[in-house]
């Protein structure tokens, strides 16, 4: 029974000790601590300017006039190579439209001078290369990163996907039919569906406006591919950027070496004709879905347009600007009728296209439908808000920064300066020409490109929804998306 002899010292022990602790945290303490400094307001921190100068690409031009951005970066042993091509999918012929992506995609997977497609791909696997090709409206890329070892064998086998593909038979057959494949999914995606029809009404009867179909892709042949890659793929059409652990001096002698060869071509492919805008329309596509897609689209000014600037802010406060964007905080926020909904202000080299959107719920399309209507035709009537320019000034200034994080963005930066022909301090003037936009200019350039009468509308919805926008809305045109 010895626990029972012992059992209350260690009780007396414990509350000796408590009683300590609670002397010592609760006795009174003759001097105070200093009590913390006042913090800063951070609107009231004052500095110094920030200045932004991005590191410069080295321009190089090969022997056959081809021309490379160079930026030497050997923080790591790797490369990245980025290649742009003057092609696209406005340059398909009438009836061969997805002609431009299915040449890129063949490219890619089908085989190059001396090497099968599956050989060019296991090649590249054994060196953990990353090849990677896309095809926009009015151009193409193709990218290739690899390691510094393996920099020669990579360099061989992209060339000569570039300038020497073999187009084989069976890829061609199996591009085609997964390209077909991806055409009818669209159908059972409604976002996507509103995307793509948008777009081709947006451009109406333009080369811009042109999309594939299971026709169109079903006839396209591999002379086809042949022929396009002879009239696309040549020096003059290209321009390379190059970035990662390699001087000047090596670049000018393996580009040389690789893509020096390349010959020039004596055929020239004139751009189609800019579209031009159109009267607006209200259109509707029906589709027995418990949700509706709803798109705003109106032209909107090009890179080398000094109103790119004030549309710029003007798409951030009215809906690229997320939570804090007009849109959003109305539609979404304050009343709960979408499930996403925004804007977003795509500016190209010669036009740019701006474009609000929401999903919402079938009941409640026709209010979403007249609030953006209201939110774009405020905008063109009073200035913004000293608050509000200030924020969205902030934001997008901030986020420019994030642009120039890694060599290759900015080797590739400068690489599209010259390829859509804007000038040499365009990145560097960015910031003060966005910093000195005035509420004014703003509500300007909302008058002039953002009239009520010139926007292009596409719904997707059920036929309740139809009933609903008919009877608030007039001269709305039915239509059916384009898969065959």
């Not at 007396?12 to 300590?20: H, K, R, S, T």
């Not at 390349?262 to 009267?279: F, N, T």
């Not at 936009?437 to 009239?451: H, M, N």
Request: hydrophobic letters at 40%.
């Amino acid at each position: 029974m010895q626990h029972k002899q012992t059992s209350g010292k260690p009780s007396l022990l414990i509350g000796a000790f408590l009683f300590c602790l609670c002397f010592v945290h609760f006795s009174p303490v003759t001097t105070l601590a200093a009590a913390p400094p006042a913090l800063t307001d951070p609107d009231r921190i004052r500095y110094k300017p920030l200045s932004f100068h991005p590191p410069i690409a080295d321009r190089i031009i090969l022997t056959n006039g081809l021309v490379v951005y160079l930026l030497e970066n050997g923080e790591l042993p790797l490369l990245k190579i980025r290649v742009v091509v003057r092609t696209g999918s406005i340059y398909d012929p009438p009836g061969k439209e997805g002609l431009a992506e299915l040449t890129a995609t063949v490219m890619e997977t089908g085989g190059i001078a001396g090497m099968t497609g599956n050989s060019v791909d296991e090649t590249l696997e054994s060196m953990a290369a990353l090849l990677q090709t896309s095809i926009n409206r009015d151009y193409g890329t193709f990218s290739l990163s690899l390691l510094k070892n393996d920099l020669e064998k990579g360099l061989d086998i992209f060339s000569r996907i570039l300038m020497q593909p073999v187009f084989e038979q069976d890829k061609l057959t199996l591009a085609k039919g997964l390209k077909i494949e991806e055409l009818r999914r669209i159908f059972d995606d409604p976002q996507k569906l509103a995307f793509r029809e948008f777009g081709r009404l947006m451009y109406e009867d333009s080369q811009w406006g042109k999309v594939a179909n299971r026709e169109s892709i079903s006839r396209l042949q591999r002379d086809d591919l042949i022929r396009t890659h002879e009239l696309f793929y040549n020096p003059e059409n290209v321009m390379i950027a190059v970035s990662g652990d390699i001087g000047r001096k090596e670049a000018e002698i393996l580009l040389n070496r690789y893509f020096g060869i390349w010959k020039l071509s004596e055929k020239k492919v004139p751009a189609p004709p800019l579209p031009h805008p159109r009267e607006g329309e209200i259109f509707f596509l029906p589709k027995d879905i418990p949700q509706s897609v709803v798109l705003f689209g109106w032209f909107a000014p090009s890179k080398k347009d000094a109103q790119f600037y004030p549309f710029e802010i003007l798409d951030f406060i009215v809906g690229s600007g997320g939570f804090r964007s007009r849109i959003f905080q109305e539609i979404r926020t304050n009343r709960g009728l979408a499930y996403s909904t925004g804007s977003f202000y795509k500016a190209g080299k010669e036009h740019g296209l701006f474009v609000a959107y929401a999903l919402t719920k079938s009941e409640s399309t026709a209010s979403v439908f007249s609030l953006i209507q209201s939110i774009l035709r405020e905008i063109g009537e009073k200035p913004v808000l000293p608050e509000e320019l200030k924020m969205a000034k902030n934001a997008i200034l901030n986020s420019f920064i994030f642009s120039f994080t890694s060599a290759d963005q900015i080797a590739f930066q400068q690489l599209l300066l010259k390829y859509n022909d804007l000038p040499d301090d365009f990145l560097v003037s960015y910031r003060n020409k966005v910093d000195n936009v005035t509420a004014d200019e703003i509500r300007k350039v909302a008058g002039l490109y953002l009239a009520q009468g010139k926007a292009v509308v596409l719904i997707i919805g059920n036929d309740a929804v139809y009933r609903d926008i008919s009877t608030a809305f007039t001269k709305i045109k039915r239509i059916e998306g384009k898969y065959d």
